[in-house]
């Protein structure tokens, strides 16, 4: 299936062309996809639907450049990330995607300061320039008055923003969202959702956000819906 | 060179608050863990500080002199007719006899080496000690006389002139009692640093304690010391002495002071052995400690490796940061140890024990420290580098 909102001009940023991926069970391979085709324009926010089982977390991790397929064209940004080494596939990720989990996943034991700080490890900034960055980072998820809090001293909400800001703050293209909102109250993670949409629509970010939730599916500008392993429909909103 | 050094540099700066951040996810087990480190190096420091006296500590000894005790035993005393013979060995330059008192100075606590000596032989062949010449002359002519080595006068506040009474646990004298009265004429200390830091003895005259003790035991030594002109022929001497005497009544072994010392200690048993199997079943027990506590802590933050290989963390940079993890709780805990081996002895052990943490237990140490991080931190390292990450971010 390709993406009516792709452009036969333009190559997309994320392209997908007969995409298959099976895990080995014991004795058994089991495919979960089955030849997915699928166009990610720049600057699109897709929200990826289905039922548990459907493949919609595989295709993210795929994506995201956390997993390798087992057949098929996986192209971003015309690099053809399924054939990069486990070391050039991190320092891609390094670059290229921020990752939003469900379960925020931060440092237990450092300051939201520190846990945005963490990808800018891996460049060459000095301290101070990472410090730098971080901040800035907070003050755009709003949480400039948290950075020095640990996770356990802030809300549920407060610790998703603060996993959106280490996503961001290495300032790059993807972003891959897991169910953000999944363990947030309707309130927050409305306030979670529209801050996503405002980095898709003022910064530009490429959104890739897995949900089961039809209201944080409105948020994107399409859905994508997935049922064993293969695209069965998509509406643009 | 340097550039390449500021780049560890700041890679360490860098890192280390993560590293650190992991160690303190857990204070409390970090801490016993810590303590537990502290102790196994205290511990080992202290007995590889005994062990480098043991095996090293006769090293100050002069390579031309040589003991010749019995050979079946140095307990078993040679009849004083030898020493002539010895004396006419070519090569041996001086020969003098010692017999080992055993005497107790008021308490058993304040026990402290004593050996029945000639005077001038012993100052023929221990030049290494000094002490003034009228003193010199004094233990030569005094019957009873006796002099003491200064860290041992300074101890018990001793004088020349005082009588110094032993209770010998080996020796009687013709009354039947036990009690030998010493003048202490002289006090002599070490030609250098090394020699006064030993100056912790008694010498006395030959000539009272064998004419005073039980007339079966007189005409006795316990060993003879043989001073050789050159220490290359120490052997070729030490071989010529034991032949001259072979299939006697008094068949000698000849060996270096040197190995004679360590020989007496090793009458206590294999003491080097002892201490390094203690140390290494610390060793052994603290590494299975570290170990289990270095497994648990990756198995608890196996998805938070998960997410950090997410950000873009290479395996091997995972694998960096859980063996800088081990080798900074080893390194901590092993210094703190280390620290308490060194700053103890000198403030519980009087100065004549020498027993101290030296650069040699340092570097022992250390050594312990880089294959306990390495052992603990190598398995849960490799865990952590073969992490997938989906598996570990889906729980399984």
Redesign the interface.
Known sequence: MRSPSSSDNVSPLVEIRALTKAYVRGKQSVEVLHGIDLDIPEGDFIALMGPSGSGKTTLLNLIGGLDSPSGGVLRIDGDRIEEHSSDELAAWRAATVGFIFQSYNLMPVLTAQKNVELPLLLTDMTGSQRARRASVALELVGLADRASHKPNELSGGQQQRVAIARALVSDPRILICDEPTGDLDRKTADEILGLLQRLNREFGKTIVMVTHDPKAAEYARRVVHLDKGTLVDEAAH | MRRRTDGRVSVI???L??VL??L??KKTRTAFTLVSLMMAFLLIGLLQAVNSVISGGAEFLGANRMITQAKTSFTQPLPMRLLPQIAAVPGVEFVSHSQFFGGVYQDARNFFPQFAVNPQRLYDTYPEWVLPEAQRRAFISTQDGAIAGKLLAEKHGWKVGDIIPLNSFIWTKTDGSRIWEWRLVGIFDGRDEEWSKRASLMYLNYAQFDEARVAGARGLAGVFVVRVADPMQSEKIAAQIDKRFENSADETKTQSEQEFQLGFLKQLGNIGFILNAISGAVFFTILILTGYTMSQAVRERV??LA??????????SVLGLVLAESLTLCVLGALAGMVMATIIPPLVLPPEFPIRATADVWLFSAGAVVVLATAVGLPPAVHAMRIR??DA?AGR
């Open positions: 700066a860098k890192y608050p993560l951040s992991a303190l996810r998805p938070e997410v950090l290989k997410c950000l873009g963390f290479t395996d091997r990450i989906v971010l």
